[in-house]
Structure formats: structure tokens, C-alpha cells
């Protein structure tokens, strides 16, 4: 079996509890921004590519 590692894309952003954000279907890592900014001030905010999308 031939294994190839890959690498994710996300965005990492602050500093406080974790708070993971994971996009629907035909979405991508950017579609949390507007949240991103809302949320500035309680979490850190990761929000993910997930592979294949």
C-alpha cells in the first residue's frame, strides 16, 4: 500500500479556549471568517480544511 501524507490548510487564530470550526459540505476554511471576528474576544478560533473539500 502506497501512503503519501498531505497537509491541511486552517486558520489559527487567538488566544483562549479552543474553539474548532469545521465547514459543510462544498464549504472551505474562509466561510467562518464573519464568526471568526465575532467570537475575537473569548476563543481562539481554528477553523480547518478539511482534505478533499
Do not use: V
Not at 467570537?39 to 482534505?51: G, P
Amino acid at each position: 500500500m502506497n501512503r503519501t501524507a498531505q497537509t491541511a490548510a486552517y486558520l489559527d487564530i487567538g488566544c483562549g479556549r479552543p474553539l474548532l470550526m469545521l465547514h459543510g459540505f462544498l464549504g472551505e476554511k474562509t466561510c467562518w471568517l464573519p464568526l471568526i471576528e465575532l467570537l475575537q474576544s473569548q476563543f481562539r478560533r481554528i477553523s480547518l480544511d478539511i482534505l478533499g473539500f
